[in-house]
């Protein structure tokens, strides 16, 4: 059997926890602005969410394996604090890391990570092309490496000041993020 391509970001046994006898629970769509009924298998979830590319290129899926793992080991605790039953210090310390990955394992939480870098790129970059004149010299050093390249000093230095671009954080970052 393959490697599953929905990746759920929040578990499913944790979702039945929600459902009703059937595992039905209502799913709100912001963007549409609607409700839907759904299956704990049919939502919170992305294709290959957490797969990543190492730096030869081959596809990997370990951590969805890793949440994996993690879940299993919680199902037994939550169902134990469902019926109001003490769980073990061991226990505890396992819950609390299911509970602090639920936090980064998210899609807004991937948002807000790479929000924050896009930030800091931006005023590094502030920083370094501070005037004409630094841009200048940063621009020399590039075109001795690369005569092709022709911008101005005036132009790179109001590119970079009025945040004229987008910075693309790549899924490896964010999912290091997550880790």
Known sequence: MGKPRRHHFLPQFYLRNF???IDQLWEFDRL???YTQK???GTAWLPHYYRYKDKEGK???DIEDFFGDIETKTKPIIDKII???PITEGEKLMLSYFISFQRVRVPDFEKAANELVEKFVKKMQKFKFDSVERTEQ???KIKEQDSEKKVSAEEMYKFVQDEEYNVEVPREHSIRQML
């Open 32 to 34: 549409l602005n609607k």
């Open 59 to 61: 596809l990997h899926t």
């Open 39 to 41: 299956t704990s298998k």
């Open 138 to 140: 940063i621009l020399k």
């Open 19 to 21: 459902s009703n006898n």
């Open 83 to 85: 019926k109001k039953k």
